[in-house]
């Protein structure tokens, strides 16, 4: 089995810093990367979210969110109680994004929509392509931005080891991409927005049990579910002093609204390296970790689990967040006070 | 509070490769390093081993050793069942133990020793100063190459993450430490020696529980220490395919021969890399490193527990090994097969 780079040819560049394993690593199981075509340079992901209180759902999507290349849609309750939609949608055009959204998408957390006692915002990732990365665990039925790729990798060898979503990053061929800036909350009318920092690191990180079946169905909610539920929770409840400016732990939904089985983390860090240092050696997800490595060594390649993630290192000007008649510890907003 | 490098002033130079950490990073709870003269270039960690069958002890060291600049004793049963007593010396001054070693260690595994029953090995490491770092989690009662340290660090910054090892060691500053070649056995009548490879990499890693008292002691000895001991002989039965040449887990000894509440993990590897990937990712040390994490925080400060360990990266000129009536799976020899 030959194993390629996940960094693909065309974004590879001298490097002024070396990976973190041997070049004769060899990972212990394998994992793909989602292959763009060389004309992409730049990708969208863009999160609108709408929250309310009580029981009564809300259905609202973008205008025309049909027209980006995939989306899809998860709920959540988040620390105050609020019941929260979230539509997700990815473009691998950024003059097509840039359209749509003139058009619609700005109108999601315009100050002119009518006040329906829902809160709307509009968190939006514009990553050029040498600041992204993706890993699925399984070669089949891609999610998130890597649904928008034509096709995925070969086996590749920057993963299973600490330190290898950087090492998938093209940027971190010669770029420490440390933090730089602070953000700030900046008040327009009903509506507050962000002046991003620098290098912002975002991950979307992805379970999907369709698959399994009864011993390992039972495993994956008795045996790993809660300890990543407990990881995320603590994330979204105690994660700022750590670098974690918000995490939101999800269940997806399927085309008719129901819950599916598939759930994601999407967590916003203050860079890298502090996602890097609560992954590694953090209790919370140590104890995920070993749950899971519980699990997936039980079960040996048998495993019909899937995992995947994205992981990103946004530049300031790659970022873009409204919130219109949010609460103040939605999003972003939680980091100002 | 400041943070020190761990790699001191005197060895310090222009760096092409980056350690793993943000310049601002600071790790969780303090460690230190053994700080030892910028005159000393090179130090020596030799092993005197005598194996045996049987319960009727023995009890025997290298002639002189007390010319050393520190030695303690440690007992194990190897996985062939044989007891094995191992003399460990330290030196600061290569020249003094090259004359020592002529006059007095070398007879350990002579040919011309007469044989009783007894097998005899000899283990010997010199790194010079920029291929080892030491690592303590007191400030107090140093053991191993650190004793011969004339003082300790304050609280260094390289700890507490993956790859801290990597970048304690002054020679990461420009080297990947890569292995070269591959160790061969050499017989010699009844002495077998090993030809050794380059960059191979040793730890001893220790725990002393000698202060732990009621509630902290049995939580260590229940529910860390058996956990420790699996990792252990992981190693030493399973340890081969992932690059661990040997490991021996052993009880220190005090003076008068008693098992004192102090052990280590004494293990040879490949290279620091697979060092590394074993301690990082393989499922014994994640639960070694879990066990550990869930004592430490329940405990916090108060934890009385003390542990250190020294990681060595050898070139090929710099280990020596001989094998006197050894059985074949003794040390090196087992790589041989």
Redesign the interface.
């Known amino acids: 089995m030959t194993i390629e780079s996940a960094i693909p040819e065309h974004l590879r560049r001298a490097r002024t810093?070396?990976i973190?394993?041997?070049s004769d690593?060899a990972p212990?199981y394998p994992s793909y990367s989602a292959r763009f075509q060389p004309a992409v340079s730049q990708v969208v992901m863009a999160y609108f979210g709408a929250q309310w209180r009580g029981d009564q759902p809300v259905d609202t999507v973008p205008e025309g969110i049909a027209a980006s290349g995939h989306w899809d849609r998860a709920t959540y309750v988040d620390e105050r109680g609020y019941q929260t939609l979230l539509n997700v949608a990815y473009w691998d055009d950024i003059a097509a994004f840039d359209t749509w959204f003139a058009n619609h998408g700005k109108a999601w957390t315009s100050p002119d929509r009518p006040h329906d006692g829902v809160g709307y915002f509009t968190e939006v990732l514009r990553p050029t392509v040498d600041r992204y990365e993706t890993l699925f665990s399984a070669a089949d039925r891609l999610e998130g931005i890597g649904v928008l790729a034509p096709e995925l990798s070969g086996e590749i060898q920057e993963h299973?080891?600490?330190?290898g979503a950087r090492d998938r990053i093209p940027l971190s061929q010669d770029n420490?991409m440390?933090p730089a800036g602070r953000s700030a909350v900046e008040v327009d009318g009903p509506v507050r927005r962000i002046r991003p920092a620098d290098n912002v690191c975002v991950i979307r990180s992805g379970q999907d049990w369709t698959q399994t079946e009864a011993d390992e169905r039972r495993m994956y909610l008795e045996d790993v579910e809660p300890v990543l539920r407990a990881g995320m929770d603590f994330l979204r409840d105690d994660g700022l002093p750590i670098g974690c400016f918000f995490n939101r732990y999800v269940r997806v939904l399927d085309d008719a609204g129901t819950p599916a089985d598939k759930s994601y983390g999407l967590s916003w860090w203050s860079?890298l390296?502090a996602l890097?240092?609560w992954a590694?050696?953090h209790?919370t997800h140590?104890?995920i970790?070993?749950a899971a490595?519980?699990y997936l060594?039980t079960l040996g390649p048998a495993a019909r689990l899937k995992l995947y993630h994205e992981v990103s290192v946004a530049s300031a000007d790659q970022q873009l967040f409204e919130y219109l008649n949010c609460h103040d510890s939605t999003g972003m907003l939680r980091t100002a006070r």
Not at 160 to 163: L, N, P, Q
């Open positions: 810093r070396h973190r394993v041997p690593y212990p299973a080891y600490w330190g420490e440390a860079s390296a890097e240092r590694e050696s209790p140590v104890a970790f070993g490595m519980k060594s």
